[in-house]
């Protein structure tokens, strides 16, 4: 790798680029390679799903979204280039695979109390409201999304249980796994004993489940609104390692970048590179 990238810095001041410019290429780059290095990745078999778990890794020890978007807009370009030479069979990062450069305040998920509360919350609701919100918990999907679920959207493969998303956001309708065991449960059984017509599975609407977010915000004094689930969702597959492009394909985004925004919500946990100094 080392090679090829000082091949590609000397084609890069060929067409002009500055010192300063070949400088930042090279320092970006060799942290990417020293990542490839440390996974036994070689750049001709390196794919997208390395990418995205490069971008997971360095999101989890809270690089800045600013710095990850430079190294990775530059390992776009030696991409392209490496295609160009023959060194790559194809280019396997795209600008919206790039974290979003938001302003915005850091989401944070449902910590676990919080989560446990909320679990006691829901628990104690009528049946289907219940299975609606487990559902949310246990597959990520959107508010919208579990609202509109038909009984024949609700399958059983084996011993998981399945829903059909169809008509999505964005046109992320997909095919998902309740992947909480005991969301899954909850849902089949409800499911299992549901008499099957024309209305949707939960008979609830998608305004009439916020409406039971906005009175468990004002019961606990949580701040809580239906679409923190998603975000607690990917946290939760994130602190447990699973790839970004797990994580965008259960929650239907389109880019990688949005993953990795929802991501940032995981509570990192920096105990075991964090010092101890003598007093």
């Keep these: 790798m080392e090679k090829l990238i000082e091949e590609f810095l000397d084609d890069m001041r060929a067409e002009g680029k500055t010192d300063s410019s070949l400088d930042t290429y090279r320092y970006r780059l060799k942290d ?7 996974n036994n990745l070689l750049i001709e078999h390196t794919t997208s799903a390395d990418v995205s778990e490069y971008l997971r890794q360095n999101l989890a020890k809270c690089q800045k979204v600013s710095t990850l978007r430079g190294k990775l807009s530059t390992f776009r370009v030696f991409c392209l280039w490496a295609v160009r030479k023959g060194y790559m069979p194809e280019v396997i990062i795209d600008p919206d695979d790039y974290p979003k450069n938001t302003h915005v305040a850091r989401i944070k998920r449902l910590n676990d109390e919080e989560l446990a509360n909320f679990k006691s919350y829901i628990n104690m609701l009528q049946p289907n409201a219940r299975a609606a919100f487990w559902l949310m918990l246990g597959s990520g999907c959107r508010v919208a999304e579990a609202a509109n ?19 999505a956001k964005w046109g992320s309708d997909r095919c998902i796994p309740i992947i909480d065991k005991t969301a899954a449960e909850i849902v089949w059984k409800y499911r299992a004993e549901l008499e099957v017509d024309s209305r949707p599975a939960f008979r609830l609407s998608k305004r009439t489940l916020q409406g039971y977010a906005t009175d468990f915000a004002q019961k606990t004094g949580i701040t809580f609104r239906c ?10 597959l994130s602190e447990k390692g699973t790839p970004l492009t797990t994580i965008q394909f259960l929650l239907g985004h389109k880019s990688l970048g949005m993953t990795a925004h929802y991501a940032q919500s995981a509570l990192v946990d920096v105990s075991d590179i964090t010092p101890e100094i003598n007093l």
């Design 227 to 236: 679409h923190l689930l998603r975000h607690t969702f990917a946290a939760l």
């Design 149 to 167: 679920l038909r009984p024949e959207d609700i399958v059983l493969r084996g011993k998981t249980v399945y829903i059909n998303i169809k008509n």
């Design 32 to 38: 990417i390679a020293a990542y490839l290095d440390d």
